[in-house]
């Protein structure tokens, strides 16, 4: 079972930041956070991954809270390429890569 | 550089007949993942293959299996085809297992009849 919860969908105007919400509240300290995407009919694509600090690159940013039970993928500029199913998923390194449903964003013009 | 590679992209079995699915990863990456993704039960792992021996498998029977070779490919199989095995199957691969990012192909959509 996936160990993250989020919003089934979203909503975002073209342009404006999209901030995607992820809950994991029993997450461990040696767990890290991904984040990844999957647009329709294709493979899920690599976003970004933290432990604990904030992190940045040139898809999206990572913001993890101080205690980390919850994290925000914000993508700065939402275009419609990126309207996609977004997956939070936590995982220590040695173990296998849980999906739950994601959340569907949906970039509108 | 070249992404991660599945073949067939489409198939059709019937049941009863076994498949065999290909993945050829990244160049320089090792670690190689299977995972089967349909509509009411999302994506769900199958196993990890790292350095042709499987290091994690997933609650899958045994009818499925899968083998890594020496040239990191990867090949999973599904033997007696059910109707519930119609699927897309993912492959990803990974520089090395652990904390790095996996790059998927784009799937091999396998339905059976």
């Known amino acids: 079972d996936a160990k993250t919860t989020q919003p089934p969908s979203m909503d975002c105007a073209e342009g404006r930041a999209a901030n995607l919400p992820c809950n994991h509240s029993t997450i461990s300290g040696n767990e890290y956070v991904y984040w990844y995407r999957q647009i329709h009919s294709q493979g899920p694509q690599y976003i970004i991954h933290?432990?604990?600090n904030n992190e940045t690159n040139e898809m999206a940013s990572l913001i993890i809270t101080e205690d980390r039970k919850s994290s925000t993928l914000i993508l700065p500029h939402a275009t419609l390429r990126d309207t996609a199913v977004y997956y939070c998923?936590?995982?220590?390194?040695?173990?296998?890569?849980?999906f739950g449903a994601g959340t569907r964003l949906t970039v509108k013009p | 550089k070249a992404g991660v590679t599945q073949t067939p992209r489409y198939l059709i079995k019937t049941r009863g007949q076994q498949v065999t699915l290909s993945c050829s990863p990244i160049s320089g990456h090792r670690s190689v993942s299977w995972y089967q993704q349909t509509p009411g039960q999302g994506l769900q792992f199958l196993f990890e293959?790292?350095?042709?021996?499987?290091?994690n498998k997933g609650n899958f029977p045994g009818r499925f299996s899968g083998r890594q070779f020496s040239n990191s490919r990867s090949e999973m199989n599904v033997s007696t085809l059910e109707l519930g095995d119609s699927a897309l199957y993912l492959c990803?691969?990974?520089?090395?297992?652990?904390?790095?990012?996996?790059?998927f192909g784009q799937g091999t959509r396998l339905t059976v009849v």
């Open positions: 293959y790292f350095s042709e021996t499987q290091r």
């Open positions: 998923i936590v995982r220590v390194g040695n173990e296998d890569m849980r």
């Open positions: 990803a691969s990974s520089r090395w297992t652990g904390n790095t990012e996996a790059f």
């Open positions: 933290g432990l604990k």
